[in-house]
């Protein structure tokens, strides 16, 4: 009978252990170039109203990994072809992937814009780098196809971004 209680403790401290262990190893969901860029072609044309008359059209967009970085580059061409001011050109975004468990989803945070083209576009960097980090704020990229993925990571906190083998590699820790 003794025996028997010192395995069932055994198998129970085991058990324990393994759970923590699982815990606390985390979760790492990988996305590829080629997903990205399909997820993000889908969200575009965006358009942004910026001012009277002034409608900024976004498009084209071009997904952009930079091994071992922690942020996903998004290059795109921006123009207003209606009313007085008229430009053309393109722009290059950067942003943190964060996670947003009730909306599953990937969304660019923290977006800086890293390059602008032709250069008279430069007068208008604010202005262009408000509309496009907010509307891209606000457009879910990607989220995990799995469903059991997915209802893991509701309780989950992303821990860390990089990009290795052109892939982001965005591990959570599991709570």
């Known amino acids: 009978m003794r025996k028997v209680l010192l395995v069932l403790l055994c198998l129970l401290i085991a058990a324990g252990l393994a759970f923590s262990i699982l815990r606390t190893s985390g979760l790492t969901i990988t996305l590829t170039q080629e997903g990205l860029q399909k997820q993000v072609e889908s969200k575009f044309p965006l358009q942004r109203s910026i001012g009277p008359g002034v409608q900024l ?5 071009q997904v952009q990994l930079k091994e071992g970085s922690d942020r996903i580059g998004i290059s795109m061409d921006v ?4 009313g007085p001011v008229r430009l053309q050109g393109a722009v290059t975004i950067s942003g943190a992937l964060h996670y947003d468990a009730s909306a599953r989803a990937f969304f660019l945070q923290q977006a800086s814009l890293d390059e602008i083209s032709p250069r ?11 509309a496009v980090s907010e509307k891209l704020k606000s457009t ?3 989220g995990p196809e799995n469903e059991s993925v997915t209802r893991r990571l509701i309780n989950a906190s992303l821990d860390s ?4 083998d052109g892939k982001v590699q965005a591990t959570f820790k599991l709570k």
């Open 161 to 164: 971004v990089v990009v290795k």
């Open 57 to 61: 059209t976004l498009e084209n967009p």
């Open 120 to 130: 008279p576009l430069e007068k208008l960097r604010p202005i262009l780098s408000a």
């Open 79 to 82: 123009s207003n072809q209606q």
């Open 140 to 142: 879910p990229l990607k």
